[in-house]
Every structure is written in structure tokens, then in C-alpha cells.
């Protein structure tokens, strides 16, 4: 965590209310300031949201927000620094959803381009899981280790098909089996779950700064 004694200037962050800790540690940087005494300063700060109703913030290029809602029925938007709504849309939850390394979205099989997200073409998704449990349908085996077989032999067959290296034990080689990534026209996805952004979530990036009652998120000065 920097330290919180350099001088800020007109920064814009974003405040999540996080639980307190009923039983506070001795405090073991007295010399930083308590996050509350420095937000006390308006013209230096600015809430733009809290986490109510998303689970995960991103932030994009050029200072746009994307909110993540915690549940399927609610829009995900995006907006600028000053709450002004840039893009919002309802995406299938049973659907890959993509922020690729340019800010363009993939979604309900399309893809939107950045900045503004009003063009828009249709896009092909590949979710092996989705093929493989398709195929587990169709297999008329009742024996599990057979079937188990035919399933591995059946999505590596997949895999070489779209130009990809089987992967044993996914499970253990995580980092090295998944995939989440667009080639030639059409998003592949082998992972378990099918949200990913090569954006950073700040929700998840910070991990602790003594057990404070607030997470801070410094953006652009």
C-alpha cells in the first residue's frame, strides 16, 4: 500500500464500505493518516459508487468503469468518472461474457466495440465445456471410467480441431489449461467459469493495510 502522506491531487477514487473490525489492531503506522481524515477533503476526492448491487468493478481505458451486477436480472454498466452512463445491457448469465485488451465487450454472442459500444456484430463462441457435456448426453456407456475416457478423448480431439494442445489434469495445471481468448473471428472459453476481462479488478486486488474500514481505489490524477 503507498504511503497515504503523499500529496494528492484532484486523484478520483472509488470507496467500497467494507465490515469493521470490532476489535481494531494496534495501529502500526501512525504516521499515515486515517483514510476518513483524508476524505474529508472534497476537492480531492470523489465518490463515484459503492459496491451496492455489483460484484466486481474494472476499470477500462480512458477513466470508463464497468460494474458487474451480483445478479442475473440487473444491467451491467459502464460509466465515466463523473457517473455519466456510457453503455449498459443485460447479458445471459449461461453465456461467455469477454473485456478484451481493447475495451471491446463479448457478449450474449456479439461483440461490441469500444469506446461507445454502438457498433456491434454478431460473434462465435466456442465453450468446450458446454460441447463435452453435450457429447456426455449422447454417450449411451454406463461405464464411468469408459465414459470418462471417451469425454477426454473427445474434447482433445476438440482441442487439436481449433488449434489447441490438449491439456492433461486441468485441475492441477489450471493456469496452463484454461483458455479465455479470441482467435480467428470467435471467443474460446475452457475454463470453469465464463466472465473474464484482461482488465484488473480492484475489488480483488488489494488485500489489506492493517484491517481497514474502507478498501481505497486511486485512479488517474
Not at 470490532?22 to 480531492?44: G, M, Q
Not at 474460446?188 to 482488465?199: A, G, T
Request: charged share 30%.
Amino acid at each position: 500500500m503507498p504511503n497515504m502522506k503523499m500529496r494528492y491531487t484532484g486523484f478520483i477514487f472509488i470507496l467500497f464500505a467494507l465490515a469493521c473490525n470490532p476489535f481494531p489492531k494496534k495501529d502500526t503506522h501512525p504516521d499515515v493518516p486515517f483514510i476518513t481524515d483524508l476524505l474529508k477533503d472534497k476537492s480531492k476526492f470523489k465518490l463515484i459508487t459503492n459496491m451496492e448491487n455489483l460484484s466486481e468493478i474494472i476499470f477500462l481505458e480512458d477513466d470508463q468503469i464497468f460494474l458487474k451486477p451480483d445478479r442475473s436480472e440487473l444491467p451491467f454498466k459502464i460509466i465515466d468518472v463523473n457517473q455519466k452512463l456510457v453503455f449498459q445491457g443485460n447479458f445471459d448469465w449461461e453465456l461467455p461474457f469477454f473485456i478484451d485488451k481493447k475495451g471491446n465487450l463479448y457478449f450474449n454472442r456479439k461483440k461490441y466495440f469500444y469506446p461507445d459500444y454502438r457498433k456491434s456484430q454478431d460473434f462465435k463462441n466456442v465453450v468446450f465445456a458446454d460441447s463435452v457435456s453435450l457429447k456426455s448426453e449422447s454417450l449411451k456407456i454406463d461405464n464411468d471410467s469408459l465414459k470418462i475416457k471417451a469425454l477426454n478423448e473427445y474434447e482433445s480431439s476438440l482441442l487439436k480441431r481449433y488449434g489447441y494442445e490438449p491439456c492433461e489434469y486441468p485441475v492441477v495445471h489450471q493456469e496452463r489449461c484454461d483458455i479465455f481468448e479470441v482467435k480467428n473471428e470467435t471467443l474460446f472459453v475452457r475454463k470453469d467459469y465464463i466472465f473474464d476481462s484482461n482488465f484488473s479488478r480492484t475489488a480483488k486486488d488489494v488485500k489489506e493495510f492493517d484491517d481497514l474500514p474502507f478498501l481505497l481505489q486511486v485512479g488517474r490524477s
